[in-house]
């Protein structure tokens, strides 16, 4: 039977057989024979470690990492901190909620949903507040093409008597349909015909709207509304 062939090292001397069935350098690390036998050069492996290393310690310093003894680095400042900022590009509001406006019949007044407007007549003036719409169909889908709609609309400060007259009040929806609103007391019965000095009043108006924008009109006298205020319907 032939003989293994052996493997000259070192001296030319051959070296005593490993477990693995080769022959093991001597004075070589274990570490280093284990390395052969899994095809990697002990080199190339150092040169592995070394990378992955330094992979993880660059990752840590920019997400603010934790050094082995417990200390942390600081992470490295990113545009994270303006996240929810609104764009620059996008268009500002005209006027602020809760900012008061005049109103008179040279000069109406557009407002937006929750401004109190001064409205002013030949014999006094009110203050007048108009809030929502609310829906009753928040959250559903697929989204309805009309929903059901309530306004409060506040009268106060009166200086004079200001009639309230129901047909005052109109809403414009998105496809520039005119429509009369039911109008009632803020408690759902009959609606006051009237303000007096001293009094506040609030009218609940009710309909149904396209979903989209629209605009509540109130023209006391006239064919001219005095003052409008913008809302938009949104089912989300």
Known sequence: MGS?????VGNGRPSARSPLGERAVPGASQASAGGRAFGLDPRWTVTLVVLVLAALALGGAALGGVFADGSHMPATPTSAAKYGGLPSWLPKPKHLVNQVLTASAAHPAL????????????????????VGPETPEQGKFPVPA????????????????????PSSFTLVDERGHVRHPRVSAIDGGPAPRTVR???????????????????????????????AWDFNVEID
Not at 111 to 130: E, M, R
């Open 111 to 130: 407002a937006i949903q929750g401004n109190s407007v001064d409205v002013q007549f030949p014999h006094g003036h009110v203050l007048a507040t108009a």
């Open 4 to 8: 293994r062939p052996t493997v000259g």
């Open 146 to 165: 009309t929903s059901p709609c309530t306004f409060i609309v506040t009268f106060a400060r009166a200086t004079g008597q200001v009639a309230l007259n």
């Open 197 to 227: 000095p001293g009094q506040t009043v609030s009218l609940r108006l009710y309909d149904v709207i396209p979903t989209g924008d629209g605009g509540l009109e109130w023209t006391p006298s006239g064919r001219r509304a005095l003052v």
